[in-house]
Structure formats: structure tokens, C-alpha cells
């Protein structure tokens, strides 16, 4: 069948916002504008009253997507494991959640659930009786900086990133080879494939920047300096440049987390991808073409391509979150970001 497209709603998180689209101006986008079928959705960002809603709303919910003839692709969790203000949910009561999250899930018609990185492998094996039962896959994101392959390209990381398990991949396939189950795999993010910092985000740094010139310096010598290293520099150079270490990390990015050769290797443990993306530009010279320059999208569709991977793509527009520090007349268009992005997935997809 071949590599198939889809849509995070999640692309459409400022529209939402600011009650420009319902969920139900979304689906009908992807499947008038998109000419797909794909839908992602966050919980949270959708299901009215979740964790528990309403008949009303699973009714409404699968009567939408019938109309349509939409694929309910992947329901993103988060696990808050502070829902109790008394405690920190432990492992177990998270394993529950999860069961109730792949029940729900089951009931609104989705392939898959995609917990968040940091959901320990223990409570993903602790709910995998209940994936099998409702038939519902569970799916850990490589997300970046994590790498395919453990070992290979980890570099020094901060905030949310520092407490990653960086083996996380390897540890997924092999409670998957121990079980035997086909209900648990990967959601690998093609973020782990971007190669420099966006440019919506180097335009973000310099605005909030004391001294606009230390984002040049960082972008100019990334190469040469790994993380502390560049700290220390900009500390000699530009003292008092204000620069958090989070955003020295996102100026400093020279290399992708994973190689793209390395998810061969990852095909058969697939449920579904998240396609990160945070700018779309045109292609010089090629009118209507687009791509995001900070993005290697072309070598692994190629390798997913040549390997038979037959699942879907789903859109994950991120782009906005840089330009949201400005007025109203400076927000970009997610749909027509969307749009771009269907355009180079489509076309990638089908090259020879």
C-alpha cells in the first residue's frame, strides 16, 4: 500500500485557541485539502471531559470520522502523574491510567496510543495485557535528542531531555521480541533527523536575545564546540549575554540525534511517525515545492520507501510556538504550514 499520510490536530493548536477551528474543521481539512484520511489527536487538546467523556461526545466523535471516512490513527497521552494533588502516582497506578487511556482509545476507534517519552517501560509491559484485549497498539516516540540506536550521536542535553532513557528504543523491541506481542512498538519523531536550528527559532532567540550578535557567534562556531564548551565561550566573549543554557542547546545543534539509515532497522517495530516540522519554505527554482531546511525528511522516507514501510506519517506542526511572542498579525497560517508539508510528504512518498 505504501507510506500513508496523516495529521496531528495538534498542528492546529493556535486556531484552536483562538476558536478559529473546532476539532471538526480539522478533520474536514485534512480530508477536503489534504486528500487523506490520517488523524492524530492529543487527549486533552480533543475529547471533551477527558478522562471520562461523555457518550454524547464517542458518538459524536465516530459519527464525524464515519461521515468522512477518516483512520483514527494515534491518541496521544501524557499520563499526568499528579492528577492526585495528595501523591505522585506510582507505577502501578500509572499502568492504570494507561488501561483506561487504550479502553478510551479503543471506543473512539484508534490504532494506536503514543504515551509520552518518559512513561517507564515497566508501565507500558504492566498494560500490555489490556493493548492486546482492545487491540490497540501502545507506541514510545524516539523522540530527539534520543538516537535509533543506543550509543550512537548522544550528546551532553538539558531540562526534559537530561532525564531521557537513551536506550529507550533497544529496551521497546525487546520486551516486543520477550513477549511476543504485536501490540507494542515505536513512534519514532523525524525531529531526531534535524540537522540545524529552524529558523523560525534562530529568529525567536535573536528577538529575546540582550546581545543578538551571541546567536550568530553559537550558529558561526557550532561545529567546532559541544555544549559546556560553548557556555564558556559566550561567558568569555559576550559577558552578560543572558543566555540560558536551554537555548545555547537549540542554537548549538549541528547534527541529528539518530542517522537516517539506522530506522531500517526499527521498520518492523513501527506503529505509526510523527512528522516534526517547524517551517516550510519553497524550494529554490522549484515553484510549489517546499521543505523545512532544518529537516532531513527526504533520506529516511527514501529508506522507509525502498524497506516497505506501509504505516502513516502524521504531520506535527511546531513552528508556531516560536512566533507566538508577537501580535496577531504575525502569526503564521498553520493550515497553509500543513498544506506545504502534505505537498513535499506526498511528493517524497512517490519518488523513484
Known amino acids: 500500500m505504501g507510506i500513508k499520510r496523516g495529521v496531528s490536530l495538534y498542528s492546529y493548536q493556535q486556531a484552536q485557541f483562538?476558536?478559529?477551528?473546532?476539532?471538526?474543521?480539522?478533520?474536514?481539512?485534512?480530508?477536503d485539502h489534504l486528500h487523506t484520511d490520517g488523524i492524530e489527536i492529543i487527549d486533552e487538546a480533543?475529547?471533551?471531559?477527558?478522562?471520562?467523556?461523555?457518550?454524547?461526545?464517542?458518538?459524536?466523535?465516530?459519527?464525524?470520522?464515519a461521515r468522512y471516512d477518516m483512520q483514527a490513527v494515534t491518541m496521544d497521552i501524557y499520563l499526568d502523574v499528579h492528577q492526585f494533588r495528595d501523591h505522585v502516582m506510582n507505577h502501578r497506578e500509572a499502568a492504570e491510567r494507561l488501561k483506561n487511556d487504550i479502553k478510551l482509545a479503543a471506543r473512539l476507534g484508534f490504532q494506536n496510543v503514543r504515551p509520552l517519552c518518559l512513561v517507564p517501560i515497566d508501565v507500558i509491559e504492566r498494560a500490555l495485557d489490556t493493548a492486546e484485549k482492545y487491540d490497540v497498539r501502545i507506541g514510545k516516540e524516539i523522540h530527539a535528542p534520543l538516537p535509533i540506536v543506543p550509543g550512537k550521536r548522544v550528546q551532553p542535553t538539558v531540562g526534559m531531555a537530561a532525564?531521557?532513557?537513551?536506550?529507550?528504543?533497544?529496551?521497546?523491541?525487546?520486551?516486543?521480541?520477550?513477549?511476543?506481542s504485536s501490540h507494542v512498538g515505536l513512534v519514532p519523531d523525524f525531529g531526531i533527523f534535524q540537522h540545524s536550528p529552524s529558523q523560525v527559532s534562530i529568529d525567536?532567540?535573536?528577538?529575546?536575545?540582550?546581545?543578538?550578535?551571541?546567536?550568530?557567534?553559537?550558529?558561526?562556531?557550532?561545529?567546532?564546540?559541544?555544549?559546556?564548551?560553548?557556555?564558556?565561550?559566550l561567558d568569555e566573549k559576550y559577558p552578560g549575554h543572558g543566555l540560558d543554557v536551554n537555548t545555547v542547546e537549540r542554537m548549538n545543534l549541528h547534527e541529528m540525534s539518530a542517522d537516517p539509515e539506522d530506522i531500517t532497522t526499527i521498520i518492523p517495530y513501527i506503529v505509526s511517525i510523527h512528522g516534526k516540522f517547524y517551517n516550510m519554505t519553497e524550494i529554490p527554482g522549484?515553484?510549489?515545492?517546499?521543505?523545512?531546511?532544518?529537516?532531513?525528511?527526504?533520506?529516511?522516507?527514501?529508506?522507509?520507501?525502498?524497506?516497505?514501510?506501509?504505516g502513516y506519517?502524521?504531520?506535527?506542526?511546531?513552528?508556531?510556538?516560536?512566533?507566538?511572542?508577537?501580535?496577531?498579525?504575525?502569526?503564521?497560517?498553520?493550515?497553509?504550514?500543513?498544506r506545504r508539508?502534505?505537498?513535499?510528504?506526498?511528493?517524497?512518498?512517490?519518488?523513484?
Open 46 to 65: 480533543v475529547i471533551r471531559d477527558y478522562p471520562f467523556p461523555s457518550e454524547e461526545f464517542i458518538y459524536d466523535w465516530n459519527n464525524y470520522m
Open 18 to 31: 483562538f476558536g478559529q477551528m473546532t476539532w471538526k474543521d480539522m478533520i474536514k481539512e485534512v480530508h
Open 204 to 233: 525567536y532567540c535573536k528577538r529575546h536575545a540582550e546581545i543578538p550578535e551571541s546567536i550568530d557567534f553559537i550558529l558561526e562556531n557550532s561545529r567546532d564546540y559541544e555544549l559546556g564548551e560553548m557556555c564558556r565561550l
Open 286 to 310: 522549484r515553484p510549489g515545492c517546499y521543505e523545512d531546511k532544518a529537516i532531513d525528511y527526504e533520506t529516511p522516507i527514501r529508506y522507509l520507501r525502498e524497506n516497505g514501510f506501509d
Open 313 to 338: 506519517i502524521d504531520s506535527e506542526f511546531e513552528g508556531q510556538r516560536d512566533q507566538q511572542d508577537r501580535g496577531l498579525e504575525y502569526l503564521v497560517d498553520e493550515v497553509e504550514q500543513v
Open 163 to 180: 532525564h531521557m532513557d537513551f536506550a529507550m528504543a533497544e529496551q521497546i523491541m525487546e520486551l516486543k521480541d520477550r513477549t511476543g
Open 341 to 352: 508539508h502534505h505537498e513535499m510528504l506526498s511528493r517524497l512518498c512517490k519518488e523513484a
